[in-house]
């Protein structure tokens, strides 16, 4: 069955440009982002794949560990990562990993037979360090995704689990936040003390706690 929200994202070991990885070890206590393409030496996943290492250092800051995966074999990604290098400016820094024979595009659901029978889809999770699925996306191959936006969500992600807030549409980092409904105004104020602001009982803001 497809994974949904909140389940257990299952370890794999597998052959990537960067040796053998056990998903868990690889991840520790930290965050993580594993995202499949349809395929190596293809226009659309080189833009992806050299944006996700130009955007290492954001990953990095918020202690987010990322992994590429594609249905190709691993001689075929090293000389692809030469391809995003040199074309995308940046230096591939992280594991891309080489699933011929479908082992973790299976256990992640990123076939789609109906888009392709044998390319895995444009699919993303987000994992957090409780191993559980707290993202997920599904792109088809002719759009590349917005990985600032995925950066985007991971700091969403990060503040609810920080401080019981979340983020109100199209936020972005630095603008006020929601206060969760499970936690009433009279304990908002008190764990708030940037301010409340009530717009109705259901509906309150705060500064962004974390700066
Ligand atoms: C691409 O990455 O450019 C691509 C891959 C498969 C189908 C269409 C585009």
């Known amino acids: 069955m497809a994974l949904r ?3 257990v994202a ?3 070991k597998a052959q990537t440009t960067s040796g053998e990885i056990d998903l868990y070890e690889y991840l520790g206590n930290g965050w993580g ?5 349809p395929a190596d030496y293809t226009p659309v996943c080189t833009t992806e794949l050299g944006k996700t290492a130009l955007l290492g250092e954001e990953f990095a800051k918020r202690n987010v560990k990322v992994l590429a995966v594609s249905v190709d ?3 075929k990604h090293e000389g692809w990562v030469k391809d995003i290098n040199e074309t995308q400016n940046t230096t591939v820094n992280f594991p891309l990993i080489a699933d011929p024979d479908r082992t973790v595009s299976t256990l992640y659901d990123m076939i789609h037979p109906n888009a392709s029978a044998t ?10 360090p409780d191993k559980l699925v707290k993202l997920i996306i ?5 759009t590349g995704r917005n990985f600032l936006e995925v950066i985007r969500v991971i700091d969403s992600l990060q503040l609810t689990a920080g401080y019981s807030v ?3 549409a199209d936020w972005k980092a630095g603008e006020d936040v929601i206060v969760v409904p499970a936690v009433s105004t009279e304990d908002a104020i008190k764990k708030f003390p940037k301010g409340v602001k009530v717009v109705k009982p259901y509906l309150r803001y705060t500064p962004q706690p974390n700066l």
């Open 5 to 7: 929200l909140g389940d």
């Open 10 to 12: 299952p370890n794999f």
């Open 33 to 37: 982002v594993l995202f499949s393409h």
């Open 73 to 75: 074999p691993i001689d």
């Open 119 to 128: 390319a895995t889809v444009r699919s993303l999770f987000i994992i957090g």
């Open 138 to 142: 599904t792109y088809p191959a002719s």
């Open 166 to 168: 979340a983020t109100p």
